[in-house]
């Protein structure tokens, strides 16, 4: 077992029944051109996190623990796209338009790719979804239950939809979350920082948080 110090209190798991779960770190919602910047956002504060999270993504690999990848991403013909989600309002693209990147959140589109410094390896989980949360319409609780986990680490973003929504449907089926306070980001910072106080409040209504390094540090002590 691995404890970390973690908020609001001390967070043990053990890797081999522990996912590190990516959420959403793909163009669109990171580089000019995608779904992120057709809502109005500031791309540029997201990308800022991706260093942290490549250094947990490769002590995670180092250990062989379980990486599971998501992408919200909609069929070309965007029928598991409710048009609720499509019509809301004023956005300069909707999804399925056609923007620099290409379609808006469909898959398979160059935007709807992870990032490149955060690519997923062949045998790595990658897992699109249609919705915010990473357990609506997708095969992952199954997946996780085939291989016995029991705890997940979140990074991804961003805090307050994709990131807070999967870890709160992650809690609802018996999962213990750790969010990584510095390898997640919001396109408002006062939402990031009431989703982790949120999340953590009431002895860790939703799950625990901790930084990067605090994970790096049991992990380096762990092999020793
Ligand atoms: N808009 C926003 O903050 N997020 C999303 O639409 N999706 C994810 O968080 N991945």
């Known amino acids: 077992m691995i404890e970390i110090n973690a ?6 798991f053990d890797p081999a029944h522990t ?5 959403d770190m793909q163009r669109d919602f990171i580089e000019p051109g995608g779904f992120g910047e057709s809502l109005g956002n500031d791309v540029a504060l997201l990308a800022a996190i991706v260093p942290a999270c490549q250094a947990v993504l490769k002590a995670w690999r180092d250990v062989g623990g379980l990486v599971v990848h ?3 991403a909609h069929r070309t013909d965007l029928s598991d796209c409710p048009p609720a989600k499509r019509s809301r ?3 300069r693209m909707r999804i399925g338009d056609h923007g620099p990147m290409g379609r808006i959140l469909v898959a398979g589109e160059p935007g709807n790719q992870i990032v490149a410094e955060l690519a997923p390896w062949a045998d790595e989980i990658v897992l699109d979804k249609p919705g915010k949360g990473a357990f609506y319409a997708t095969p992952l609780h ?4 085939e291989s016995h986990v029991t705890h997940l680490v979140f990074m991804g973003v961003t805090t307050e939809v994709c990131v807070q929504t999967s870890m709160r449907e992650a809690n609802d089926r018996g999962y213990d979350c ?3 306070e510095d390898c997640t ?3 408002f910072a006062q939402f990031k920082a009431a989703a982790l106080d949120m999340m953590r409040a009431q002895d860790a209504i939703v799950g625990w948080t901790a930084t990067s390094g605090q994970l790096l540090a049991a992990l380096a002590a762990r092999q020793h």
């Open 70 to 72: 998501t992408r919200e």
């Open 178 to 180: 750790l969010l990584l």
């Open 19 to 23: 996912a590190l779960v990516i959420i």
């Open 185 to 187: 980001e919001s396109y």
């Open 7 to 12: 908020n609001p209190f001390p967070y043990a």
């Open 142 to 145: 199954d997946m996780l239950q």
């Open 89 to 91: 309002g004023n956005p």
